[in-house]
């Protein structure tokens, strides 16, 4: 039976493993700017932006339709416990590292962070017919254009994405709108019951097959491939092979504006702030002219300090 179940769950591992090829390929971009290696803004490229939210909307329907296959006759409750864990600690690693990496964009409620929570929430909705989820779903997407206010401003109410002023952030995926996807997902085995069976995967192609063990360690994956990445990129600074230009004044206020989410972000709320950084920055000599990569410990306290400060 576990053979089979793996089998049956080829596909899934597949479609993940795509969703992380093309997650890949947009944090590429999105290093290359963020080290001054392109002038290509992956946020404020209209094409790239819907990418990125495509590919966060993939995986959250995959991971609403994951969690129907899961508990699709009852509730595994260790496995639900395990799940949770796991992906809470990855989450606090994630918020950890950004703060560091990233300190005027931290991640303070990822795709990681959302997965984890709505793993949990979404039991509460296992049952419920197809249409009804849809219903939901629809209702889940809808309701962040008509429901916002000013009392979800606080901190611990960003997650709900009801707040009318967003923190820059490189990853922010709030339970609305974004639960709407993993509700679809959760439609879809009652929509297509052949998605609950289990039936032998057909043979797949070596590529396939190395697409499908990429998916089937999503969250391994998930966690090194930025770290690999930016690793990767500094070490061709490091050496010589690439060279970002020095940051100027533009470059810093696009930048940092840049760090303010493309569908989220309040541009006037971005541009106070960035303006606000950058009157701190200019203060310490030589900063504003030291390429990211090159900034020494000290810089990067005082670049972290000027964010707080403006915050």
Not at 58 to 70: C, E, H, I, M, P
Not at 138 to 154: G, I, M, R, T, Y
Request: net charge positive.
């Amino acid at each position: 039976m576990k053979q089979t179940h793996a089998l049956r769950l080829d596909w899934l591992d597949q479609a993940r493993g795509i969703a992380l090829l093309a997650m890949t390929c947009y944090h590429f971009t999105w290093d290359l700017f963020s080290l001054g290696l392109t002038d290509l803004n992956p946020v404020s490229t209209i094409w790239l932006a819907w990418s990125a939210k495509s590919i966060a909307a993939t995986f959250l329907l995959l991971s609403g339709l994951s969690l129907a296959l899961a508990h699709q006759s009852r509730i595994l409750w260790r496995k639900v416990l395990v799940r949770s864990l796991t992906l809470g600690g990855a989450a606090s690693l994630v918020s950890l590292g950004s703060y560091f990496l990233f300190p005027a964009s931290w991640i303070a409620f990822g795709i990681l962070h959302h997965m984890a929570l709505a793993g949990v929430v979404g039991l509460l909705f296992l049952r419920l017919p197809p249409f009804a989820l849809i219903g939901l779903a629809l209702l889940c997407l809808l309701l962040p254009d008509f429901a916002k206010h000013d009392v979800f401003n606080s901190a611990p109410w960003l997650f709900l994405g009801l707040s009318t002023i967003i923190a820059p952030a490189n990853d922010y995926v709030p339970l609305l709108p974004w639960f709407g996807f993993v509700l679809l997902g959760m439609a879809l085995p009652k929509l297509w019951p052949v998605l609950q069976h289990h039936s032998p995967a057909p043979q797949t192609s070596r590529p396939l097959r190395l697409i499908g063990l990429m998916g089937r360690h999503s969250l391994i994956y998930y966690l090194i491939h930025q770290p690999v990445l930016l690793g990767l990129l500094n070490l061709l600074i490091a050496v010589g092979v690439l060279m970002p230009a020095a940051t100027t004044r533009a470059d810093f206020t696009q930048a940092c504006e840049r760090d303010c989410s493309f569908d989220q972000g309040d541009e006037a709320l971005c541009r106070r702030i960035c303006q606000c950084i950058y009157e701190e920055v200019q203060k310490t000599p030589n900063l504003l002219s030291t390429a990211p990569a090159d900034m020494t410990a000290d810089q990067e306290q005082k670049l972290r300090s000027a964010i707080k400060q403006c915050r």
